[in-house]
């Protein structure tokens, strides 16, 4: 019964819904009393050969009012318990996503997404049954057997009612020995729900690569020893849960036994008539259900026990990322100050930047280039605020970016990352996916900017066109230029390009740059890449080397030095012009 406690915010905030459906259980109950009492009357009548046509009418009269009444009184209890039901999935639902919505990095990299989709979606759906079938098998067990138990004391005999009952203890035992198994049983199998959930996502969202390096096999033979042991935890589940049904099919066998026999006794010795032993006999039927209802409360009890402890220990994760009392909420504007001293990972003892220091100016243009995984994307994610564990302080506008509010410092930054993350959406509300209320004008605007335009207009449905999941249907290099159209929409006071002119041609990518050149000439711009022609024209270059700046200027002072940086450069040009050359052969081949 713990988890009613858990869930006694619910039930305080929603005590008049519940009432009302308790209230009209309570009635479903009281009506039910009256069949069996009729019953009994015309069998006492028929054996006294007392019956008439009035009293078949009135007795008839009186079902078929209990049957509207109960027709009435349970529409009445279905609506309030699972409408409060529902309600309760919606918030805890809600309350999980916007948790989803505001963890950290750190977070998404301890819980994997089919993780958090079980928690989205089974365990709700387990915690929702509490408040549901839950609350209507508690109370309706409740007051069906004490309505039932009462009518049998006073309607029939009180001495067959006291030994009719006497295995009903044994029950009670027997449901909380098999429910102490149950909540860790259920909470075993929905740990292993969720592995095979991820596995799921893992192997679907990753189909492509499976397919090319020819792992269908392995993968599906990994799949299949997870389902294995997903349905041997089960079992154990299976197991205990079916142990209730035939526990209760024997107490109520005995119950019916001493009914008969008891029961037949009195009838012999006149202490009670015929008719209140067929009475009797419907009454213990309709202890049938209480009874049984007790395994199906400890089966529905334990396992939204299980899944509010899973979905409570999610939701008691704080993010690292925590915004002032007195946050600025002013948009972030003006110089940025980058001065990380060190900074690691979580769990890493390795650093990842060091002595990491540069000014970009209002308005100018920064390039940061390195080999992989020299620290580039690590700049930008402390940037962003996706870790604030560093020490050092990255200042933008004369302010600690920690001093903003998220909406103030986000809302100023156009992010393209490496990898381009498209919605299943049309390709407009793709571009306008931070703003739905720009025009297609400006959609347009920010497609030819990106030099994507043209590409768009070529689509079956030009800016109509549904990209698919993650993007499917489009190239590389449109999902690139996709994704900073989204970025430059909005004309954000930093844009952060990572990396993100990769897929694209030479001469596209030279658009893009003059572009951004022109259209950005106020605002500031970082570019990390691997190709040094998307940033030569860069008001300063940093060099990263193992978190470490090694060299830094323009482009014409990096090539002076002579160290990585120009040594890049010449291995890149030469790339280049072995590509023109060949080219130009196959053309004149041709």
């Known amino acids: ?107 998404y990299q301890k819980h994997r997404t089919g993780d958090l989709m079980a928690h989205a979606t089974n365990d709700l759906n387990a915690i929702q049954n509490v408040a549901g079938a839950g609350v209507l098998t508690l109370f309706d067990s409740i007051i069906t057997g004490g309505t039932t138990l009462i009518a049998m004391i006073i309607l029939v005999d009180w001495r067959l009612t006291l030994l009719a009952i006497l295995p009903m203890p044994l029950l009670a035992l027997m449901a909380r020995r098999l429910g102490t198994h149950l909540h860790s049983a259920f909470r075993d199998a929905q740990a292993a729900f969720s592995r095979l959930n991820d596995k799921t996502q893992e192997s ?164 940061i280039v390195g080999k992989v ?59 306008r996916f931070s703003s739905y209320n720009k025009s297609l004008d400006e959609v347009e605007q920010a497609a030819s900017e990106s030099a994507v335009h043209e590409d768009i207009q070529g689509f079956p449905e030009g800016y109509d066109t549904a990209v698919g999941e993650r993007g499917v249907s489009l190239s590389g290099g449109q999902k690139q230029r996709l994704a900073i159209a989204r970025a430059v929409i909005n004309a954000p006071e930093l844009l952060i390009l990572d990396d993100a002119l990769s897929a694209v041609d030479a001469r596209t990518e030279e658009e893009i740059l003059e572009n951004l050149r022109k259209d950005r000439a106020h605002k500031t711009t970082i570019i990390a890449a691997h190709r040094l022609s998307s940033v030569m024209h860069a008001d300063e270059i940093i060099v990263l080397e193992g978190g470490h700046v090694i060299e830094r200027g323009t482009h014409s002072q990096l090539l002076a030095q002579n160290g990585w940086y120009a040594e890049m450069w010449n291995l890149q040009q030469l790339e280049s012009k072995l590509d023109k050359d060949s080219i130009a052969k196959e053309g004149g081949q041709a």
Request: charged letters at 20%.
């Open 1 to 107: 019964m713990g988890i009613f406690k858990k869930l006694g915010w619910y039930f305080k905030q929603e005590r008049r819904r519940y009432g009302i459906g308790v209230l009209a259980l309570l009635l479903v109950a009281i009506v039910n009393l009256i069949p069996p009492k009729i019953i009994g009357s015309m069998v006492d009548a028929m054996n006294r050969r007392s019956v008439t046509a009035h009293k078949l009418v009135i007795w008839l009269g009186i079902l078929l009012l209990a049957g509207v009444g109960q027709y009435l009184f349970r529409f009445a209890w279905r609506t309030q318990i699972w409408g409060g039901a529902a309600k309760l999935e919606r918030t805890l639902r809600t309350r999980l996503f916007w948790h989803f919505m505001r963890m950290d990095a750190t977070f």
């Open 373 to 431: 995984g020299a620290g580039k994307s690590t700049i930008f994610k402390l940037l962003l605020r996706e870790f604030d564990n560093y020490n050092g302080e990255i200042d933008f506008g004369g302010h600690n970016i920690k001093d903003y509010s998220l909406d103030a410092l986000l809302d100023s930054i156009g992010y393209v990352p490496q990898d381009n993350f498209l919605f299943s959406t049309t390709v407009a509300n793709n571009i």
């Open 204 to 367: 679907v969202s990753g189909v492509k690569v499976i397919k090319t390096f020819g792992q269908e096999k392995e993968d599906a033979e990994d799949f299949d020893n997870i389902v294995d042991n997903t349905i041997v935890i089960n079992r154990r589940v299976n197991f205990i849960d079916s142990l209730f049904d035939p526990t209760t099919s024997l107490i109520m066998g005995l119950t019916y036994v001493i009914t008969i026999v008891y029961g037949g006794y009195l009838v012999l010795h006149g202490q009670i008539t015929i008719g209140q032993l067929v009475s009797f006999v419907a009454y213990v039927a309709a202890l049938v259900w209480p009874m049984f209802a007790i395994g199906r409360l400890f089966n529905i009890l334990e396992r939204g026990n299980a899944s509010y402890d899973r979905v409570a220990e999610l939701l008691a994760e704080k993010s690292s990322i925590v915004e002032p009392k007195q946050a600025l909420t002013t948009p972030a504007a003006g110089e940025i100050r980058y001065a990380v001293d060190h900074f690691s990972y979580p769990g890493d003892d390795t650093n990842a930047l060091v002595d990491v220091h540069f000014t970009v100016p209002e308005g100018s243009t920064l390039g």
